[in-house]
């Protein structure tokens, strides 16, 4: 497990760090006169970056941050898990894959297109409300109190952001128009 997560932090890391150094530099031109940093073409992509290494630099001290003597109890729990695997003749936890699991993520997909679809017509704020409200159904959350704040409030600042700080217009809908 440590070997993977050694490796996912160093992609994300190298990832995030050809993405600063050379991708955006070379295929994103960025015009002299910006006015507003929020609104040059770099922007998000170099935040995308910063958030790309932030991550790999999480995971790397993660995997570098546990302990590397196991203890009696993870010894016990180590063995449980090879017995496990050999009378099931599993090899790996991650070949089988649930139904319920496929199942999901075939609503997730098509979730994501029907928002595609109807983001014009619901406008992106209540686009947005409605696929949060599905991605933490099929996620399996079940604290309706952090579901709903998180489904509403989001979005909402997010659009103000976007709108008024930014001066970046954001798709309204022919269904409901916002301020």
Request: neutral net charge; glycine residues 6%.
């Amino acid at each position: 497990m440590r070997q993977q997560s050694v490796i996912v932090g160093l992609f994300s890391l190298v990832l995030g760090l050809l993405l600063h150094f050379w991708l955006i530099p070379n295929y994103i031109s960025v015009p002299s006169n910006m006015a507003r940093l929020v609104l040059s073409p770099a922007f998000w992509p170099e935040i995308l970056a910063a958030m790309i290494v932030l991550a790999g630099v999480f995971v790397l001290v993660g995997a570098f941050g546990k302990s590397s003597k196991p203890n009696s109890q993870d010894l016990g729990s180590a063995a449980n898990l090879a017995e496990d695997q050999q009378a099931s003749n599993v090899s790996s936890p991650l070949q089988e894959v649930s139904q319920p699991s496929l199942i999901r993520l075939l609503a997730f997909v098509i979730a994501m297109a029907l928002y595609a679809k109807y983001l014009d017509y619901l406008g992106m704020a209540l686009a947005s409300i409605l696929m949060l409200l599905v991605s933490f159904y099929l996620l399996g959350e079940k604290r309706i109190g952090l579901v709903l704040s998180v489904s509403i409030v989001l979005p909402l600042v997010l659009y103000a952001f976007f709108l008024h700080v930014a001066g970046v217009s954001i798709p309204q809908g022919e269904l409901i128009r916002l301020p």
